[in-house]
């Protein structure tokens, strides 16, 4: 079972990485809000343990291990805001850190149940997609807004 700091920072890496070639320490420090030493040393840690490929002067990516439980992660995050939300009554702008809280700790297979008993939602409460069991995730076209021309609607 994966820490709250080793999640944290696996999934930081995925999201950098989904728009660059390669996660650089100080971009990890500022999303996390943490020191450059800190993000070093835990680097070199997830480097050790194979979850993701650390560079000096690169950065980070994720290995296929670290890729897989980021993207575990963060369905299981997506799962639990979206059952605090329509099963449990919390506002949107509470799940986010009640869901933190649990990820780290709930099995695979109670958020499958979870997942079941939701109807298979698509999206979270943030408009987010959720990862199916097999790890897919519906990619959402999207434009900056700087993109779109005056007069245009977009949602």
Known sequence: MLSDTVGLY????????????????????????VGMSSVSEMLKQLDEAGYIVHRSRMGAQLTETGHRLALNRLRKHRILETFLVELVGYSIDEVHDEAGCLEHAISDR?????????????????????LDSNGTMERIPSHSLCQMTVGATAT
């Open 10 to 33: 696996l999934i930081t890496v995925f999201r950098i990485t989904q728009d660059e070639p390669w996660a650089k320490t100080g971009r990890i420090a500022s999303a996390l809000d």
């Open 110 to 130: 109670l958020i499958d149940r979870l997942e079941k008993l939701l109807g298979y939602p698509r999206f979270d409460p943030h408009g987010h997609p959720i």
